[in-house]
């Protein structure tokens, strides 16, 4: 038996998002190993911004109603196996080890391990673990896209959820948000209760919504019919007043910041209406209370105050201009000073010159991702006034020594940034 460090080493580090056969390979192997998938309630979420969110507060949700609830998110900060919890525990070491020889063993005749990338075999290893811990839901995030996903080898879910869809992976998906949302939209099955996040381009709707009809779908919601008042935001959250079918002028705090965080909390407003429909939950106090405990490292994660840090692992122009609408919200009459970097296959132009157009100063960095870095020169040609450091770290030092009483340090860019200050 490999130790755990030594099988994800030799694992195939390929990306194969964008092949279209390999769904169908993941489905021969889950038929072959019984089916895990269809042993537990699933809740299958695509989408360019805010799954890992929405996810997050679904698997609270459910958890506050009385549940064991796995849970699949990527990108992990961390450890690759920080996408594989069940009421946020981290699947350990030996159940991986476990988990995943069980499954090599009963690979089609045909099939290797090695014929495997290393996120397909996360996907494998999270539904057999799943069923063989006996989960009542799993809520399960798309890593790329929605149609070649690995994770779209999975069964009909209960429900689908699309929160927001912008361009992002434009080489792999399309250049068009109609491609885009084409693509997502493949996740979509029969019998399955779709919900669609608010804010959404109109092309989106309209794909997801022809999708969902011809796909025989169960029903479309969205979320976009939830009203919420936001009272008051802070570093410490926003205080809404939130009305639903279910819910009249309930007041609730929601911990994470960003408007656009309020946008994904309607989305989990509209399933809890669903799920309290359905008698899958009794009460509002589990959603009250996921609100005020979910926070995600790496969004909008206040680091530090007096001066303020933010770390937020925006990583292409939807989540960025998310990041400064939000920044503009709650720090309107501050001095943004930020610390970025990029890979090279994101739209990093246009983000650069975003953070520019507010910017008082910009440090650049190179991500510690040797394989798909931009480096900071490169980023520096785009911003001509920047400052290269040599490290993420090393550009808060830097901002913190200019930065007075009326500015805010942001690190932003790409979760390969942000993740290099997250252990602090």
Request: hydrophobic content about 45%; aromatic content about 8%; proline content about 2%.
């Amino acid at each position: 038996m490999n130790s755990y460090e030594e099988l994800i080493k030799h694992m195939n580090h390929g990306m194969l998002a964008a092949d279209d056969d390999r769904v169908a390979l993941l489905k021969k192997i889950l038929a072959k190993i019984g089916h895990p998938d269809q042993r537990y309630k699933v809740v299958h979420l695509a989408g360019t911004n805010g799954k890992g969110s929405t996810g997050s507060l679904i698997s609270q949700l459910l958890t506050n109603a009385g549940n064991k609830v796995g849970h699949f998110a990527s990108p992990a900060l961390h450890d690759l196996k920080e996408q594989i919890t069940i009421n946020q525990q981290v699947i350990s070491e030996a159940d991986f080890i476990q988990v995943y020889d069980w499954i090599e063993q009963r690979l089609p005749d045909e099939i290797v391990a090695a014929d495997l990338t290393i996120f397909e075999w996360f996907v494998l290893v999270m539904l057999q673990w799943f069923a063989n811990q006996h989960v009542d839901w799993a809520v399960i995030e798309a890593g790329l896209g929605g149609r070649d996903d690995a994770t779209n080898a999975i069964s009909a879910p209960l429900l689908t959820v699309f929160t927001h869809i912008d361009l992002d992976h434009t080489k792999i998906l399309g250049n068009t948000i109609k491609k885009i949302a084409y693509n997502k939209s493949q996740i979509i099955k029969r019998d399955t209760t779709v919900f669609i996040a608010p804010n959404q381009h109109a092309d989106t709707i309209e794909v997801l919504k022809r999708t969902a009809v011809k796909n025989q779908a169960c029903e479309v919601n969205e979320a976009s019919q939830i009203k919420i008042k936001i009272n008051s935001q802070s570093i410490g959250g926003s205080d809404l007043i939130v009305d639903s079918s279910y819910l009249k002028h309930v007041s609730v705090t929601l911990k994470m910041i960003g408007e656009f965080q309020v946008d994904n909390f309607k989305t989990v407003v509209s399933i809890y209406d669903w799920l309290l429909s359905h008698d899958f939950v009794s009460t509002s106090q589990a959603l009250i209370d996921a609100a005020l405990q979910v926070s995600i490292p790496g969004r909008m994660q206040v680091l530090q105050t007096n001066p303020v840090v933010i770390l937020d692992g925006a990583h292409n122009p939807d989540a960025a201009q998310q990041l400064l609408n939000s920044l503009s919200d709650l720090f309107f009459d501050k001095h943004l000073i930020f610390v970025i970097g990029f890979l090279k296959d994101k739209n990093y132009q246009i983000m650069a010159r975003q953070y520019e157009a507010v910017a008082d100063h910009i440090f650049v960095v190179t991500p510690d991702n040797e394989r798909r870095a931009l480096s900071a020169k490169q980023i520096q040609q785009t911003l001509p006034q920047s400052q290269v450091v040599a490290t993420v770290q090393q550009g808060v030092n830097a901002a913190l020594k200019i930065a007075g009483i009326q500015s805010v340090i942001v690190v932003t860019g790409s979760f390969y940034v942000v993740k290099e200050l997250t252990n602090r």
